[in-house]
C-alpha cells in the first residue's frame, strides 16, 4: 500500500467542525473495519474536502491510492477522491498533534464535506521532538516584543535616506526573536524585494577569501511588502552562534533595477545581550 507523505515548515482560527460517529459495522462495506470508531468524513469524487488545523500539518498519511491530496496553505489540506466508491482511513499529523479519521465514499454529492474544521476535541496529543515552539507561540512571543520597550539605541544603518534600526533581540529556549524597524524619509514608498540575512566576514580583503553563510529564519510576522514611511518586523530563527571576526548582516533591497538597498551589521557582542521573555 502506497503511502502519501506531506510536509512542510500563519496561524488560522478553528472554527469547531461537525463529523458524524459511526458505531462499528456501520458503512463496512465502504470504508472497511472501523474498530476505533474513527468519525467519519463523506467524500466524493467531484468536490475537494478541506480539513482546516489550528497548527501547521507536518504529515500527511492517506491508507488508499484513491484518495489524493495536498496541502496548499500551512494549516490546510485538500483531498479528493479520483474515483467513485474511494473510502479509507487519513492521518494528519500537527506540530503538536495528531487526528484520524475514517474517509466514506458518498455518491450523494450533498452528504460530502468540503470544508472540516478540525475541533479540539479531536485531537491526541504528539511529542514531536523537532518543535519546542508551534508557530502560534511564536506569533504571541513576537506580538509581546511590539509593545516591550527597545533595548537597543546604537544600533543601525543609514543609505538613500533610509535608515533601519536593530529594536531587540529576545531569546526562548533554542530561538532567537530579532526585531528591526526601517524608517523612509523620502516621500518615495518602498517596495521590499528582498529581506536577506548572512553570517558575513567582519573584513573583507579579497573576494576570492570572502565567506558568506546565508540563514533562514522560521517566522515573520509582518508579511506586507509596501511601507511609506515606517515598517517594522519581527524575525524568528532558530539559535546560532559565530565567531567575533564574524557578523549577522540584515540586507533589505527593492524591487526595482536601480532599488535602493540598505544593510544592518549586528555584532555577536549584541546577541549575547538578547533579553529573555518573562512568562
Known amino acids: 500500500m502506497r503511502k502519501i507523505f506531506i510536509a512542510l515548515c500563519t496561524m488560522i482560527s478553528v472554527i469547531t467542525g461537525n463529523a458524524q460517529n459511526t458505531p462499528i459495522g456501520e458503512n463496512i462495506e465502504l470504508a472497511g473495519e472501523n474498530p476505533e470508531e474513527l468519525k467519519v468524513i463523506y467524500v466524493n469524487k467531484d468536490v475537494s474536502t478541506h480539513f482546516i488545523a489550528m497548527e501547521d500539518i507536518k504529515y500527511v498519511d492517506i491508507s488508499v491510492n484513491d484518495i489524493v491530496g495536498d496541502i496548499p496553505t500551512g494549516n490546510s489540506l485538500r483531498i479528493k477522491p479520483t474515483k467513485e466508491g474511494a473510502s479509507g482511513v487519513i492521518t494528519i499529523v500537527t506540530e503538536r498533534f495528531f487526528v484520524q479519521y475514517m474517509l466514506v465514499y458518498s455518491s450523494d454529492l450533498a452528504k460530502a464535506y468540503t470544508r472540516f474544521n478540525i475541533p479540539y476535541a479531536d485531537l491526541r496529543s504528539y ?144 546577541i549575547l545581550h538578547a533579553d529573555a521573555f518573562t512568562e
Open 127 to 270: 511529542m514531536n521532538p523537532e518543535v519546542n515552539l508551534t508557530k502560534a507561540q511564536m506569533y504571541d512571543y513576537a506580538h509581546r516584543m511590539f509593545i516591550s520597550k527597545n533595548k537597543f539605541y546604537d544600533v543601525s544603518s543609514k543609505s538613500n535616506l533610509m535608515k533601519i534600526v536593530l529594536n531587540n533581540i529576545y531569546t526562548l529556549d533554542k530561538y532567537f526573536f530579532i526585531d528591526i524597524s526601517m524608517i523612509n524619509k523620502t516621500k518615495i514608498r518602498y517596495d521590499i524585494d528582498q529581506i536577506r540575512f548572512k553570517i558575513e566576514d567582519k573584513k573583507q580583503t579579497k573576494a576570492t577569501n570572502f565567506q558568506s553563510i546565508e540563514i533562514l529564519p522560521l517566522m515573520q510576522v509582518n508579511k506586507n511588502l509596501v511601507f511609506k514611511k515606517n515598517y517594522r518586523n519581527i524575525f524568528v530563527f532558530e539559535k546560532f552562534t559565530f565567531p567575533d571576526e564574524k557578523v549577522l548582516t540584515i540586507e533589505i533591497s527593492e524591487k526595482q533595477i536601480s532599488g535602493r538597498t540598505i544593510t544592518l551589521r549586528i555584532d555577536y557582542a549584541d
